[in-house]
C-alpha cells in the first residue's frame, strides 16, 4: 500500500535527494521525460530542487508516493518516493480552467500496483476542486505511459512526429491527450 499526498515547497527542497534518485530511475529505465541517459542523479535533485519557487507560488502542484509505514519505506522525510506526479495550472486569464499534467513517474520496483492510476486520481481531485475543468499531456507514443492514459479515460488528440527524444537519445513520436472533468456535483458528460 501506498500514500499520496501533495508535497510543499519546504517539502520538496528536503526530499529532492530522494526524488532525484526516482527520475534517475525512471530515465533509467527508458521513459522519455525530458533527459538523456544516463542521468546523475545529483543533477536530477538540483532539477527538483529549481521547481521549489513554483511550487512555492502555487504555479505547480506536487503529488508524491510513499510506501506505507512497515513495507521497508524507512520514516518521516526519509521514507523512500515511490512516485510523483505534477499539475501545473495555466497561468492566462482565459486559461484558468485548465492546467496540464507533467512528470507521472513510478519507479520500477513499485509499478504493477496501481499507484499511477492514484497519482492520477489525487491530482485530478484537486484539480476539480480548484475549478480546473480540462487537463492536458503529452507522452511518447507506443509507450505504457500511453495505454495507462487511455485505459484511465484520457482521450487521444493525435501525434507529433519525432517530437522528443527518449533517453538514448533516439526521436520517437508524443502522443497527444485530454481530459475533461467534472465539476464536484455536476452531472457526466
Not at 53 to 74: F, I, K, M, Y
Not at 146 to 156: K, P, V
Amino acid at each position: 500500500m501506498y500514500t499520496v499526498r501533495p508535497v510543499t515547497a519546504e517539502e520538496l527542497l528536503g526530499a529532492a535527494e530522494r526524488l532525484g534518485g526516482l527520475l534517475a530511475d525512471t530515465v533509467d529505465g527508458g521513459a522519455s521525460v525530458g533527459f538523456l541517459a544516463p542521468l546523475d542523479p545529483g543533477t536530477a535533485a538540483d532539477w527538483w530542487r529549481a521547481l521549489a519557487p513554483d511550487v512555492g507560488a502555487g504555479r505547480l502542484l506536487l503529488w508524491v508516493a510513499h510506501p506505507e509505514a512497515g513495507t521497508g519505506s524507512g520514516s518521516g522525510s526519509g521514507r523512500r518516493i515511490a512516485g510523483t506526479v505534477q499539475l501545473r495550472p495555466a497561468s492566462t486569464a482565459n486559461g484558468r480552467h485548465r492546467a496540464e499534467v507533467a512528470k507521472l513517474m513510478v519507479h520500477r520496483a513499485d509499478r504493477g500496483h496501481g499507484l499511477a492510476g492514484r497519482l492520477l486520481a489525487a491530482l485530478e481531485e484537486e484539480a476539480v476542486g480548484r475549478g480546473i475543468r480540462t487537463l492536458v499531456l503529452d507522452t511518447e507514443t507506443d509507450s505504457p505511459a500511453e495505454r495507462l492514459y487511455a485505459a484511465a479515460g484520457w482521450t487521444r488528440v493525435g501525434t507529433v512526429p519525432d517530437f522528443a527524444t527518449d533517453p538514448a537519445g533516439v526521436p520517437h513520436a508524443t502522443t497527444v491527450f485530454y481530459k475533461a472533468l467534472r465539476a464536484a456535483g455536476s452531472p457526466g458528460r
